[in-house]
């Protein structure tokens, strides 16, 4: 046999040998491959609106095991027991009870608005006009709007003869539903106004019976 067709069949054995190697690795990557490309276009196909719809109902879920797990770590509302015991005991007028449950609400809770509000006119009640001034103003530098402390406010500056702050303060107030009140208010402020001899007391007890018969009519 020639050595020609000896390199000839050398050649030929080693281009056969390549080939099968080729197979043999195409049959190998070619499923992950597969896998792979399946995997991605799956996942490229979501909208998203189903992405962002499954993640919530994810961080539910997450939620509520966790407080499964942890019964203890529960949200605060902001209403609850503590406000609604606080809220009757000030309809029966238990002003003192009802001062120290509010104070309650608003240690668990300092932003609660109705809780403060009620905390100032319970200290008005109980004749604590420092305390009552020092709370509603906390209230009404945020919501000046809020026209129960707007109204007690005024009455805590009058209590204290600082007439001056009080019908600064009144200045503001509105409340459409009482007539009696805004009525009784301007009066007071116009005789202000005007320069009449006016006393802290005298403006407080004409607005109190001004409130008090339009809230009990």
């Not at 080939?19 to 991605?40: E, K, N, W």
């Not at 203890?72 to 003192?96: F, H, M, N, T």
Request: proline fraction near 3%; hydrophobic fraction near 40%; charge should be positive.
């Amino acid at each position: 046999m020639s050595t020609a067709w000896l390199n000839m069949r050398w050649v030929w054995s080693c281009m056969v040998l390549d080939f099968q190697g080729i197979r043999v690795l195409f049959s190998i990557f070619y499923p992950i491959l597969y896998v792979g490309r399946c995997t991605m276009k799956s996942a490229f196909s979501k909208k998203p609106h189903e992405v962002s719809r499954m993640s919530r109902r994810d961080l539910l879920f997450g939620m509520a095991r966790r407080l499964r797990e942890n019964p203890e770590e529960k949200p605060i509302s902001g209403l609850g027991a503590d406000i609604v015991a606080a809220d009757e005991a000030y309809a029966r007028k238990e002003y003192i009870q009802a001062k120290e449950l509010y104070k309650d609400v608003l240690k668990t809770n300092r932003t609660h608005k109705e809780a403060r509000i009620h905390l100032g006119l319970c200290h008005y009640h109980l004749g604590e006009y420092v305390q009552a001034k020092d709370t509603l103003l906390m209230v009404y530098k945020q919501h000046p709007d809020e026209y129960l402390a707007c109204l007690y406010l005024g009455l805590a500056y009058a209590r204290r003869e600082r007439l001056d702050k009080c019908m600064e303060v009144w200045a503001k107030f509105v409340d459409p539903n009482h007539v009696e009140v805004m009525r009784e208010l301007n009066v007071q402020r116009a005789l202000y106004e005007t320069g009449e001899t006016l006393t802290g007391e005298a403006v407080s007890l004409a607005v109190e019976e001004a409130l008090r018969k339009a809230y009990s009519s």
